[in-house]
Nanobody
Framework: LQLVESGGGWVQPGGSLRLSCAAS????????IGWFRQAPGKEREGVSC????????NYADSVKGRFTISRNNTKNTVYLQMNSLKPEDTAVYYC???????????????WGKGTLVTVSS
């Protein structure tokens, strides 16, 4: 399974971005998919997780109400819609896949290389 993130970039505070995570190599609906981020000088943290069917999701408190995770299994793609972005959302965002749906997708097995999101004025 290979994961490729896209959609990162620069945005002003209050703006929006949509990240995509495209899976290849195997049907992504075999896996729960999570989004993670790592800001400069900080540890990687879980942002959101979505179950294989897309019927269950969870979010970090810091993004609840602003970010929405979704998936289109016919396109083998998971999305992270990010609204009301703040400077503290600046980070490299990674998607990851694993067989178990869990809080913030702990224990993922496959990782993408990340896409940079910069929120600044």
């Amino acid at each position: 399974l290979q994961l490729v993130e896209s959609g990162g970039g620069w945005v002003q505070p209050g703006g929006s971005l949509r990240l995509s995570c495209a899976a290849s190599g195997i049907n992504s609906d075999y896996y729960a998919i999570g989004w993670f981020r790592q800001a400069p000088g900080k540890e990687r943290e879980g942002v959101s997780c979505i179950s294989r069917s897309g019927g269950s999701t969870n979010y970090a408190d810091s993004v609840k109400g602003r970010f929405t995770i979704s998936r289109n299994n016919t396109k083998n793609t998971v999305y992270l819609q990010m609204n009301s972005l703040k400077p503290e959302d600046t980070a490299v965002y990674y998607c990851a896949a694993g067989v178990v749906f869990s809080p913030l997708c702990s224990g993922m097995n496959y990782w993408g290389k990340g896409t940079l999101v910069t929120v600044s004025s």
